[in-house]
Every structure is written in structure tokens, then in C-alpha cells.
T-cell receptor, first 111, second 117 residues
Framework: GEDVEQSLFLSVREGDSSVINCTYT??????LYWYKQEPGAGLQLLTY?????DMKQDQRLTVLLNKKDKHLSLRIADTQTGDSAIYFC???????????FGKGTMLLVSP | DTAVSQTPKYLVTQMGNDKSIKCEQN?????MYWYKQDSKKFLKIMFS???????INETVPNRFSPKSPDKAHLNLHINSLELGDSAVYFC????????????????FGSGTRLTVV
């Protein structure tokens, strides 16, 4: 079945850039997503990228997609303490409109 | 105006009890989901409904029974609760990919933390 893998933990200093990586196995993925989960809250959609794109930029967020290697990354520029959260990568099983999530990367931003 | 609302937010109950979690969405979406998030934050799909029809039923014990009275509601009933059922349960909704051809992801509820003691 499909699998989505992420590193579990990333620690950065405020003002640095953060890069969260994700790999997936489903070669027919059409959309890939990044979600953010703050403590005690639900998941919030941050951004998504269509599989025919290599890059998408949205303010401080940059998503890079290497479809050949099935690798997705999320770069957060000028990381702030408010960015501390768990970030989930997900890909779409288009047949069933369901998302398969990675295990999440906990981002800790220190002052 | 909460887009996807779940009740209750917290649920503490004893082993063996039966409980329900309710979910409602006011986005006009066709598809609704239940996900389980375990203590390690791993999210796993349990059920998916499209216009009240069950689409996905992953390997979930049959003690879990979803009910969709209409496309805006998807409730989760759990019989004979066990300690291992303790988790956060998330409801989500989305427009149907099959009909729109686009998929902008899910809108999640804020979760129900279930603790079985």
C-alpha cells in the first residue's frame, strides 16, 4: 500500500530557515499537501502542490517536489516561535479521495 | 462559524461502555471522514462516506460503527470500549474529487480526545 515517510523531529533557532522533508511511494499521487497541527488543535491545511509542478511559493512557505525521487519538502523562511508545531505531509489517493499522512515532523523553534 | 464541528471535545469513559462522537460540517461538502490519531500522533483513516454512502472502511474493529443521516453529518458510535481505543478522533470533510477533478484537501474538526479508563 501507500506509504509516506517523514523525519520525526527538527529543531531550529528563530529567524533561521526550516526544511521539512517527506518521501512517498505512490507514483500516481496527483496532489501532495502540508498540514500543520498545533498542540491540542486539529490539522490546518498550509499548502498543497499539484504533481505537475516542481515548486510552489506562498509567502514564507516554499514547497519543492521531485516527482522522480518521490520527494517533497517544505521550507519555512524566517522561522518564528509560533511556527512550532507538528507538520504532516500527505498524498492523495485519487481513486478514493483519501489522504495518506506521514507520521508528522515536530518542529521546535527556540528563541 | 465553525466549518467542521465535533462533539464532545473530551470524553472520559470506562471500559465496556458505549459512546458516540458527533460531527457536522456546514461547508456543503460531499465527503466526510473519520481519522484516528494515536499517542504517537500517527493519523490513520477509519471511514469515508460520500453522500451518505460508505466508501472506505479500513481494518477497524466492528465495535466502531459510523452513521451518516445526511451528507452534513457523520457520527461515530463505539461499542464495548477498550483501553486501546484511547486516542484523538478527527472528523474531516472535502468536496468530492471524482466530480470536481480538483482536490483542495480536507477541512478538519478540532478533534475529540477519548480516554478509556
Amino acid at each position: 500500500g501507500e506509504d509516506v515517510e517523514q523525519s520525526l523531529f527538527l529543531s531550529v533557532r528563530e529567524g533561521d530557515s526550516s526544511v521539512i522533508n517527506c518521501t512517498y511511494t505512490d507514483s500516481s499521487s496527483t496532489y501532495l499537501y502540508w498540514y500543520k497541527q498545533e498542540p491540542g488543535a486539529g490539522l490546518q491545511l498550509l499548502t498543497y502542490i499539484f504533481s505537475n509542478m516542481d515548486m510552489k511559493q506562498d509567502q514564507r512557505l516554499t514547497v519543492l517536489l521531485n516527482k522522480k525521487d518521490k520527494h517533497l519538502s517544505l521550507r519555512i523562511a524566517d522561522t518564528q516561535t509560533g511556527d512550532s508545531a507538528i507538520y504532516f505531509c500527505a498524498d492523495l489517493n485519487s481513486g478514493y479521495s483519501t489522504l495518506t499522512f506521514g507520521k508528522g515532523t515536530m518542529l521546535l523553534v527556540s528563541p | 462559524d465553525t466549518a467542521v464541528s465535533q462533539t464532545p471535545k473530551y470524553l472520559v469513559t470506562q471500559m465496556g461502555n458505549d459512546k458516540s462522537i458527533k460531527c457536522e460540517q456546514n461547508l456543503g461538502h460531499d465527503t466526510m471522514y473519520w481519522y484516528k490519531q494515536d499517542s504517537k500522533k500517527f493519523l490513520k483513516i477509519m471511514f469515508s462516506y460520500n453522500n451518505k454512502e460508505l466508501i472506505i472502511n479500513e481494518t477497524v474493529p466492528n465495535r466502531f460503527s459510523p452513521k451518516s443521516p445526511d451528507k452534513a453529518h457523520l457520527n461515530l458510535h463505539i461499542n464495548s470500549l477498550e483501553l486501546g481505543d484511547s486516542a484523538v478522533y478527527f472528523c474531516a470533510s472535502s468536496p468530492s474529487f471524482r466530480y470536481t477533478g480538483y482536490f483542495y484537501g480536507y477541512t478538519f474538526g478540532s478533534g475529540t480526545r477519548l480516554t478509556v479508563v
